[in-house]
Nanobody, 124 residues
């Protein structure tokens, strides 16, 4: 089992930046990748980014490319999501998720463990 704890959310003006963190504990050696998802009020959970645990290979949904950057610090068992030029449409609860399977999917069902999430609110 892997436990995930996110932090770094907050209230930011449009155009600002945030860096979200996700620290993993437990059986991290079995992990293949970490994902970031977001869920805005009244909307379905949406895949945002993925980073492989060992190689750091990244993948992003098209709508965030160029503004979102995922990175990792293996020594700290942490992954990060840097968001630049925040827009009101980025307002959501952001969750990190962990997956063991090497089948590279971006659907929520493909991930095994989830954090509680951190709220990002962007004011116009």
């Amino acid at each position: 089992q892997v436990q995930l704890t996110e932090s770094g959310g907050g209230l930011v003006q449009a155009g600002g930046s945030l860096r979200l963190s996700c620290v993993a504990s437990g059986r991290t050696r079995s992990l293949y990748a970490m994902g970031w998802f977001r869920q805005a009020p009244g909307k379905a959970r949406e895949f945002v980014a993925r980073i492989t645990w060992s190689g750091g290979d990244t993948h992003y949904t098209d709508s965030v490319k160029g503004r979102y950057t995922s990175s990792r610090d293996s020594a700290k068992n942490a992954v990060f999501l840097q968001i630049h030029n925040l827009k009101p449409g980025d307002t959501a609860i952001y969750c990190c998720a962990a997956k063991r399977s090497q089948v590279d999917v971006t659907t929520p069902s493909g991930f095994d463990s989830w954090g509680q999430g951190t709220q990002v609110t962007v004011s116009s």
